[in-house]
């Protein structure tokens, strides 16, 4: 087999070892550019005929790794055969041959411990290239040793359900495994282990409990693919043509480059060339038992490619944002109301709000996949809950990384609760800003789309500041990944609770402003979750709901009417584009047309097949101010529990729209602390303080379930600087702010 020179060797650790996408940004300006370090320019061209010419792996290892009982010698076995290449087995050919006896008579020789460190040293004295290699189940527990064999190999995670390896190991009469006490239980001892593999490996295959060994190698092999052909995975604008892609070719977009761009260079937003990936049922029967945090951590590893975050790091990121910062060790629990519906609750994070799931997660991603050598201002408009929940997760970063990045957010000045107000206000920071702004939600979305869009305005900040723009609104194809994940989390949960068995479908109810939550539900049945219908509630600002009925999107002499549910007071809902790009089969220019309409005319219509399409995935409904309070009212009477306005649009909606056959899930967006004055008129409590604090200390004496939210009485007890910016509603006027605050956060690159 040929060899790799010395430098392509050294070449190729730089890619274990540094994601591939830190060096190869193109998402900045063509000035920020000249701020990074210059690449090899041979760099790509070795990546990629490196794989080509040799086969699958070359000369590195395939090591796959996994609990006893997960198949890994089967698998190496059957995957070598695949590959035509040798197979080595640390128990019988490395372990069993350098001590002359069998593995178990050489635990049963020295014990746990010591046998642990003779295991690691024989590892370490271990050299093998282009084979498969199957660890034994306690490698992974010596540090030194995976060091080694991980140097030359693509670790392979095989992921088996604990339940499923008690249920094997029983069958194979095996109660003991390398490292358990007699204290501790095997199930115990397994879960323990799993620390160990989540550090090493690079690759995750789910394995479920009725997969054969031949689909599990299968399985690996797609995986490894996948993680060599990282240039595959590609992102298009919402707005490009097919045509244009091929020429395109050139200025490929990847994940880690639209986290940071945020808006695509035509005006269309970012969405995966090859959609979204597919789980196959036995994958989501697999995770039926693993919390919210490792079902993160799966689903997300298949959205995002290790080589723009592997998966270690990955592993950190989301243990970090679903932490304690979450008052609910469950994160996004799922409640029985009534009948067959049911809550999800996404208000348990620490801003009280459903956008608390993405905001504590993309921030670290932001900072991770950044280039350090250039600052980051992040704008984002809100209609309320998006303000504080970006405010505080942007906060939360690392020192050195709040020197580099800051966020802005603007808000409508008249348009958010007193509360919310009151909440971004406090959730103010060194590197997090608060801008009033004298119009609506539409105005402050749009004129960030303008700022994003002008050349000459963002090459200035570049050039005078060394700093670059960027999105966190839900435009940003990293927001939607983690609502993706509650949904599919939610059924997961309806399944485990023995609700309904695995395949059985629900419906979803979402309250819908901005089509970025509802658009994450559909991508979570794009991906195997079965979901039979999303149900679109609005409050009187009921744009998408005539859409979905009649296919006409008609903003003409429309004005956003202000509602007690804020957050859905939103005519222009941004993420819509994403899902018909999607319905139109990815038609670029039938997308851009229909914007340019919407531009110019104010409306657009959906052809006949268009709207069918979208019918079989969509129903729409809307519900009044009136009808919202009576839904609070009615419930809390009958169960003493307190919906926030925008669940209570989704429970007024899903009483009218549901056909009762299947459950539903209702997305309870936020907490009802947000909204104190509309819960307490919908209560019927005549005296109502003007005085936050005080309403949500009333509201807390009435006992309620949930309780009234501890980071919001946290933020509003704060008695911190109230000073925020107010700005009209004028482009300029905008522009000018976002330069006077980047002059004073970071300093001027000349």
């Known amino acids: 087999m040929q060899k790799l020179s010395t430098a392509q060797q050294k070449m190729f650790h730089v890619v274990q070892y540094q994601p591939l996408r830190l060096i190869t940004q193109n998402s900045l300006s063509s000035m920020c550019l000249k701020l990074m370090p210059s690449r090899p320019v041979a760099f790509a061209q070795i990546w990629k005929s490196w794989f080509s010419s040799y086969s699958l792996v070359g000369n590195k290892n395939i090591i796959l790794m996994g609990p006893p009982g997960a198949g890994k010698t089967t698998v190496g076995r059957i995957v070598g055969q695949k590959l035509d290449c040798p197979v080595i087995d640390i128990d019988d050919d490395v372990l ?104 090493w490996y690079d690759i995750r295959v789910l394995c479920g409990g009725d997969i054969t060994a031949e689909v599990a190698a299968e399985k690996v092999l797609d995986a490894v693919k996948r993680y060599q052909n990282s240039e595959l995975e590609t992102f298009i604008s919402t707005r490009s043509s097919r045509s244009g892609r091929s020429m395109e070719k050139e200025s490929d977009k990847y994940f880690s480059d639209v986290v940071t761009q945020g808006l695509a260079s035509d005006g269309g937003l970012f969405v995966p060339e090859k959609g979204v990936p597919k789980f196959t049922a ?5 995770l039926i038992e693993a919390t919210y945090v490792e079902r993160a951590q799966v689903i997300l590893e298949r959205c995002i490619h290790p080589a723009d975050i592997p998966a270690s790091k990955l592993a950190q990121i989301i243990e970090t944002a679903y932490g304690e910062n979450f008052a609910c060790s469950k994160i996004a629990p799922v409640r029985h109301l009534t009948g067959n519906q049911f809550l999800l609750e996404l208000f348990h994070g620490p801003t009280a709000s459903f956008k608390d799931f993405a905001l504590q997660l993309v921030p670290h991603i932001f900072a991770y996949c950044i280039p350090r050598s250039c600052n980051y201002l992040i704008l984002v408009a809100t209609s309320g809950d998006t303000g504080s929940a970006v405010l505080d997760g942007f906060s939360r970063l690392h020192d050195a990384d709040r020197q580099r ?139 998408l709901t005539d859409l979905i009925r009649t296919g006409v999107y008609d903003l003409r002499g429309r004005n956003i009417i202000p509602t007690f549910s804020p957050a ?174 980047i002059q004073n956060h970071f300093m001027r690159v000349h």
């Open 568 to 741: 859905v007071d939103i005519l222009k809902s941004s993420n819509l584009e994403r899902y018909l790009h999607l319905v139109a089969n990815e038609d670029g220019q039938l997308v851009t047309q229909l914007y340019n309409q919407l531009e110019n005319q104010g409306h657009f219509q959906l052809q006949e097949d268009l709207l069918k399409t979208l019918q079989r995935d969509l129903v729409a409904g809307w519900c009044s101010e009136e009808d919202c309070l009576a839904a609070i009212h009615s419930v809390y009477s009958t169960t003493g529990y307190i919906l926030d306005t925008h669940t209570a649009i989704a429970k007024v909606v899903a009483d009218r729209l549901q056909d009762r056959t299947c459950p539903i899930i209702i997305s309870s967006t936020a907490h009802y602390s947000k909204f104190a004055p509309a819960i307490l008129r919908a209560l019927k409590i005549a005296e109502i303080n003007q005085n936050p604090l005080s309403q949500l200390h009333l509201l807390s004496s009435y006992s309620p379930l949930p309780p009234v939210h501890w980071g919001l009485l946290e933020t509003l007890k704060k008695k911190g600087n109230e000073h925020y910016q107010v700005c009209a509603a004028d482009m300029s006027m905008l522009m000018s702010t976002i330069e006077t605050l």
């Open 405 to 543: 990045i800051a966020v802005m957010i603007f808000f409508p000045e008249d348009g958010v609760s007193p509360i919310q107000k009151s909440q971004m206000i406090g959730c103010q920071k060194e590197n997090a800003w608060s801008v009033g702004v004298k119009s609506d939600f539409d105005f402050c979305q749009t004129a960030i789309k303008q700022i994003f869009t002008n050349s000459d305005y963002t090459g200035f900040l570049t050039v005078e500041y060394g700093t670059a723009l960027a999105a966190a609104n839900s435009i940003n194809w990293a927001r939607l990944l983690p609502q993706i994940v509650y949904h599919a989390s939610a059924y997961l949960d309806l399944v485990h609770q023995d609700v309904i068995p695995f395949g059985s479908p629900v419906d979803v109810c979402i309250p819908t402003g901005n089509f970025g939550n509802i658009l994450a539900a559909l991508y979570a049945k794009m991906m195997g979750i079965p979901i039979r219908k999303c149900i679109c509630a609005s409050n009187e600002n009921n744009v």
């Open 282 to 286: 036995g994958d989501w029967e697999s």
């Open 96 to 199: 069993e041959t350098t001590w002359n006896m069998s593995v178990s008579e050489k635990l049963q020789d020295v014990g746990n411990e010591q046998f642990l460190e003779e295991e690691g040293k024989a590892l370490l004295e271990f050299s093998a290239s282009g084979s498969v290699i199957s660890l034994t189940g306690s490698n992974p527990m010596h540090a030194a040793g995976m060091q080694h064999v991980k140097k030359n190999g693509i670790v392979v995670y095989l992921d088996v359900p604990t339940t499923v390896i008690m249920s094997r190991l029983k069958s194979m009469k095996v109660d003991r495994i390398v490292g358990q006490s007699p204290s501790a239980s095997l199930k115990d001892i397994l879960q323990f282990r799993k620390q160990f593999y989540k550090r």
